[in-house]
């Protein structure tokens, strides 16, 4: 009988003491819930704002324009010259030049590869770092739009809507931060023009 009392006596003192547990972190999570309102919290949904705002459709797609005839353009010279050692290769399988011919015109394809790499490589550098300005700027200015907006400290919590599972719309100040984005840009354009 006491073997049985035991368990049974130790496993009502757990359950009771999960019990109380369980009720003071309950307790703890309204409390803490209760300090943190709706209109604390807001978010924004950052892709939408850099995709639309000003400068993307100034400077950006510019940027990506460039970025692309570039990289067609590599593509293009890469095809170029791979083609041209196809074809001496051809002509000198088929006995149509000499083998020191061939060579010297290996030599000349070889050259112009490593002079096309080095200027593709300076070029791809010089887009590299075009973007990594622009991206700087775009998140600079989103950065100030976020800070002026919430100067008030209206807000205790702004958040990317990307991180979102799911939220009230009434949280969202994505149009208020694209607005801000773009009042800031332009008065940048303007201070850059004096």
């Given at each position: 009988m006491k073997k049985t009392l035991f368990p049974l006596l130790a496993a009502l003192l757990l359950a009771s003491c999960g019990t109380k547990t369980a009720e003071q972190t309950e307790t703890a999570t309204e409390t803490t819930a209760q300090e943190i309102v709706s209109s604390d919290v807001a978010y924004v949904q950052v892709d939408a704002?850099?995709?639309q705002c000003d400068l993307y459709k100034n400077e950006g797609v510019a940027l990506q324009a460039k970025?692309?005839?570039?990289?067609?353009g590599w593509a293009q010279r890469e095809q170029s010259l791979q083609a041209e050692a196809a074809q001496l290769q051809e002509k000198y399988?088929?006995?149509l030049i000499t083998t020191r011919d061939a060579q010297a015109q290996q030599e000349s394809i070889q050259k112009r590869i490593a002079s096309y790499q080095t200027n593709a490589q300076k070029e791809a550098q010089a887009l590299d770092e075009e973007n990594y300005v622009f991206t700087n700027r775009a998140q600079d200015l989103l950065q100030r739009a976020v800070q002026e907006i919430n100067a008030d400290k209206k807000y205790k919590l702004?958040?990317?809507a990307?991180?979102?599972i799911d939220a009230d719309t009434t949280l969202n100040i994505t149009s208020?931060?694209?607005?801000?984005?773009?009042e800031l840009y332009a008065n940048d354009q303007k201070a850059a023009k004096k």
């Open positions: 704002v850099l995709a970025t692309e005839k570039a990289q067609k399988e088929k006995g702004i958040i990317n990307s991180a979102l208020t931060v694209l607005a801000k984005v773009n």
